[in-house]
């Protein structure tokens, strides 16, 4: 509710917030299933996605980056996802005002794969 009425105030707490949220993508246990932690992370993005403007995401994404790359590939999904859907819903005049950003999330997660063995891929999702 806070993130639809005032998104310009979560702006100091955003990092933290990313970070949190990468972390619970990242827990795969059958207590997280069960409660649907995955799942809850995954709205609560979308959520950060059509609220926040990129000039605040965006740098929150950046310092996200090593968090997502220690959590692992579901935390490294989720962030480029973040970052799909974010881009997807602004005017590609904002993407091209903030390329630095999103290519330094593309290429974190470039960067990412890289390190990984083959059967720990990191493989995209088609969008839900």
């Known amino acids: 509710a806070l993130l639809t009425a005032l998104p310009m105030f979560l702006h100091p707490y ?3 917030l990313l970070r949190a949220v990468l972390r619970l993508a990242s827990i795969d246990s059958p207590a997280a299933q ?5 799942a809850k992370a995954k ?6 996605a059509r609220a926040v403007p990129s ?7 950046v310092d996200a ?9 579901a935390a490294q999904v ?3 996802q973040l970052l799909q859907t974010h881009v997807t819903l602004r005017p590609p005049a904002e993407a091209r005002t903030h390329a630095a950003a999103v290519f330094d999330v593309l290429l974190s997660g470039l960067h990412f794969r890289s390190l990984q063995p083959f059967s720990e891929a990191l493989l995209l999702a088609p969008p839900a």
């Open 34 to 38: 069960a409660v649907g932690l995955a």
């Open 14 to 16: 955003l990092p933290r």
């Open 78 to 80: 989720e962030l480029l």
């Open 55 to 61: 000039r605040q995401l965006l740098p929150a994404m």
């Open 65 to 73: 980056v090593g968090v997502a790359s220690q959590a692992g590939s």
């Open 43 to 48: 709205a609560l993005n979308r959520a950060l």
